[in-house]
């Protein structure tokens, strides 16, 4: 499986991006794809989350109204809208591939994840 995420950049306080996460390698049917995010000095922390196959979405409290996950299936490609952006959203962002193995899968847990991409750097400018 390969992961490439894309557009980060940066952006200045109150101001927009769409991070995009192109994937191969694998059908995606029984997977969550999920965005992650990990500052300097802290821990990776969950952002959102999209089954593929039925689109539903799932959100950290603190993104919900800002972000948007969403996904094309056609282009096994998953987005990530950021609005109202603060210096708080500097972080590198990570797509990642979680297989559903079971129910009640862990949608915001680091370790359920298989697959990640490389990443891609956000810098909100106060």
């Known amino acids: 499986v390969q992961l490439q995420a894309s557009g980060g950049g940066l952006v200045q306080t109150g101001g927009s991006l769409r991070l995009s996460c192109a994937a191969s390698?694998?059908?995606?049917?029984?997977?969550?794809m999920g965005w992650f995010r990990q500052a300097p000095g802290k821990e990776r922390e969950f952002v959102a989350a999209?089954?593929?196959?039925?689109?539903?979405?799932y959100y950290a409290d603190s993104k919900k109204g800002r972000f948007t996950i969403s996904r094309d299936y056609a282009k096994n490609t998953v987005y990530l809208h950021m609005n109202s952006l603060t210096p708080e959203d500097t972080a590198v962002y990570y797509c990642?591939?979680?297989?559903?193995?079971?129910?009640?899968?862990?949608?915001?847990?680091?370790?359920?994840?298989?697959?990640w991409g490389q990443g891609t750097q956000v810098t909100v400018s106060s």
């Open positions: 999209i089954s593929w196959y039925r689109g539903v979405t």
């Open positions: 990642a591939v979680g297989i559903i193995r079971s129910v009640g899968y862990i949608v915001t847990t680091v370790r359920n994840y298989d697959y």
């Open positions: 390698g694998r059908t995606f049917d029984s997977t969550y």
